[in-house]
Every structure is written in C-alpha cells, then in structure tokens.
C-alpha cells in the first residue's frame, strides 16, 4: 500500500513538472514570428472526432461541435490555440456528469470589437456540470488554482491548464471569461468558457 502511495506521488510530481516545464517555455514559443491562419472550425471538428474515436471516456460523455461547418478564421500559432481548445475540453469532461455533453459552439464574426477596430471570432465550451462558484470566475485562471468534482482522483490536474490557456489567449491578443450557463428557470446548468480572438481575413 506504501508503494502504491509512493508511484501515485511521483506520478503526480511528475505531471506537475510536466505542465509547468510546458508553461515556461511558452513564452519564447509564442514570441516567434510565425503566424498563420488557423481555422478554428477545423480544429474543434478535429478535436471532437478525436475524443469519440481515441479518447473515449469511462463516463459515456460526448463531444459535439454545435451548427454548421463554416470557416472561422485567425491569425495565431496552431500548436498553442490547440492546446487552449484541448485543456478546455478536458476540464470541461472532468466537471460533466455521467452521459453528459460538452458543446463547443463557433460565432465567426462576435459583435464585440476589440483596441484598432478589428471584430473578434467567438469559441464558446459549454458543459452540463455543477458551474463555477461566483466568487471564483477569475480565479479559475490562477496558477495552480484546481477545484474538482467530488470523487474524483486526487493529483490528475495541476491547476495550470486554465492558465495556459489565459496566457496563450491573450498573447494572441484575445481575451477569455468564465461564466454560468442558465437554465430556463435560472438555475446553474453547468459551466461555460469564452474565447474570443481578433478574427482573420483570407
């Protein structure tokens, strides 16, 4: 039983250099200069059909793109914006229920504007969770902020998925929000995470 506790721990410390290894160089990885248009339409259709193929979960949840497969550009590093989809997907599978969803719906052209102008392209994740506590909707992007479901396995997650996604977001000059998804009746039908990119041309 020792030993078991042991290989846990070190499996965990592991992760944990992991991901903070993975953070620190995120910085001279997002500083070269080798922009490209990335279809972020393309990446989330990916993404979904790697989880039903590779990626199935013991819980029975689905990932879905909602609407209709249609190009939404920006001009960004593919590598990192996946990783951004990528972590919010799998944060979002952890909080699902058994048998839930989690939903990644595209707005091509949002109606907010962003500094110069530029309109913004909208990824929305949605899950069918227990939400967010309110005092914690900006914390949740805090390094090694981590708050699970109950029951679930201790040491999985380092707390910096969140934020990697913060920093990658903004270093492409976006921004990205956490909120509560309503119901019909204005109850918590689960949590949802915003990200909004400046929108590119071809």
Not at 40 to 54: H, I, N, P
Not at 58 to 78: C, D, K, Y
Not at 113 to 130: H, M, N, Y
Not at 167 to 182: D, L, S, Y
């Amino acid at each position: 039983r020792l030993i078991e506790v042991i290989q846990h721990d070190v499996k965990r410390l592991d992760r944990l250099i992991t991901d903070i290894s993975n953070a620190s160089r995120l910085d001279a990885e997002l500083a070269r200069d080798d922009l490209a248009l990335v279809d972020l339409d393309r990446l989330a259709r990916d993404l979904a059909r790697t989880y039903q193929s590779e990626r199935s979960n013991q819980r029975g949840v689905t990932v879905e793109v909602t609407g209709e497969s249609r190009p939404v550009l920006v001009r960004a590093h593919e590598g990192p914006i996946s990783r951004v989809l990528f972590n919010l997907v799998d944060n979002a599978i952890t909080f699902s229920p058994e048998g839930g969803q989690v939903r990644l719906t595209l707005v091509p052209s949002a109606s907010a504007r962003i500094q110069g102008g530029r309109s913004l392209a909208r990824l929305i994740v949605d899950d069918d969770g227990p939400g967010i506590p309110p005092a914690n909707l900006d914390t949740v992007f805090d390094r090694f902020y981590t708050q699970r479901p109950e029951g679930a396995a201790f040491g999985n997650h380092s707390g910096l998925g969140l934020s990697i996604c913060k920093q990658i977001v903004e270093a492409h000059g976006g921004r990205i929000r956490a909120e509560n998804r309503p119901d019909r009746d204005g109850e918590v039908a689960g949590a949802r995470f915003i990200v909004e990119l400046p929108r590119a041309e071809r």
